[in-house]
């Protein structure tokens, strides 16, 4: 996160919305202000937000999957170490 608390909480940011991304709504709430909220003004702000909540999405999911594979893992080799016993 390339933004602190003391910022999120002066550009008013929901509690909600701080996450992996955070550092990328100021921007983004700043151009939807200035241009009455006309959907297709911040296109370029609106992507690249959308775009990090993917890749973040991708990046849980991938450490979720190893995680998994890890506790499988030790869940085999425990079931092995029992049935040798």
Do not use: F
Not at 48 to 54: H, I, T
Not at 56 to 76: F, G, H, N, P, T
């Amino acid at each position: 996160m390339h933004i602190s608390q003391e910022e999120m909480a002066k550009a008013l940011i929901p509690l909600a919305w701080r996450d992996y991304c955070a550092h990328l709504v100021p921007e983004l709430n700043k151009c939807r202000v200035g241009t009455y909220y006309v959907p297709w003004a911040c296109d370029k702000e609106r992507i690249a937000w959308e775009k990090c909540q993917y890749d973040d999405y991708q990046r849980r999911m991938k450490i979720l999957a190893k995680q998994k594979r890890v506790e499988e893992l030790a869940a085999s080799q425990k079931l092995s170490t029992e049935l040798d016993s």
